[in-house]
């Protein structure tokens, strides 16, 4: 006989499945990038595909679980919540795409000088996936919390390669693969709020309090908006 709680639990593990899958699928693509390995990179040319099945199945569960058992409470919260991470991760899937086709064309040209800091930002990035899931699997405050820092300091690589980038690009150098990795870091920043979205959502669920990672913290959202600090 089914129960909540058991089928809750194998919604758990198949959202796991496939943080593991965009986690292995993100390391092949940084190490594609920096070893400047074609046959790895064509081996990620359908995974957002794969991500996206995996995602729609995940969420069609959800959906026939509040149907069938009419959830409150708490469990309500965490099927809400899975729906949003289903499509965080989804999302994932389709920047990974958008980063395989940008690395396509740039190992046509030559490397840039500044890839250890877009290695950086990748395996930050990657980190922050697997915490954010983490704190959700295991309803942990703390490692959300952490997402949050993780991400401000994802954000400051970002800042600086963009300022790398639009230099070399103002100077007319490397100009296509400047355009490619610019795209790159792009996709890599985007991956990187979703995974604070993920962490949004566990806090949301432990605590029931609406909140948004500011800088390196997550802050109450209606309290930024009082202050006028919100976008609105």
């Known amino acids: 006989m089914k129960t909540l709680s058991g089928e809750m639990d194998k919604l758990n593990d198949e959202l796991l499945k496939i943080a593991r899958y965009i986690e292995e699928s993100l390391e092949k693509t940084i190490t594609s990038l920096i070893d400047r390995n074609e046959d790895m990179l064509n081996e990620l040319k359908n995974v957002h595909l ?39 991760l989804n999302e994932m899937g389709r920047l990974i795409n958008d980063i395989v086709k940008a690395i396509s064309d740039f190992l046509k040209s030559p490397t840039l000088s500044y890839m250890d800091e877009v290695e950086k ?51 007319g150098k490397e100009s296509l693969n400047s355009h490619k990795l610019f795209s790159i870091i792009m996709s890599l920043e985007r991956m990187a709020d979703y995974a604070t979205s993920i962490a949004e959502a566990t806090y949301y669920i432990i605590t029931g309090e609406v909140r948004r990672c500011f800088g390196d913290s997550l802050e109450m959202l209606s309290e930024k908006v009082k202050r006028g600090e919100g976008k609105v």
């Open 121 to 171: 930002m990748a395996e930050s990035t990657l980190v922050m996936i697997r915490k954010s899931i983490r704190s959700y699997v295991d309803m942990d405050i703390s490692l959300a919390e952490e997402v949050c820092r993780d991400d401000d300091f994802v954000d400051s690589i970002y800042m600086r390669l963009k300022s790398q980038i639009l230099r070399s690009l103002k100077m």
């Open 50 to 88: 794969m991500i996206d099945l995996m995602c729609s199945s995940l969420e069609e569960k959800a959906i026939d679980l509040i149907g069938l058992f009419s959830p409150m409470g708490f469990d309500l919260k965490i099927l809400a919540m899975a729906l949003k991470i289903s499509f965080s």
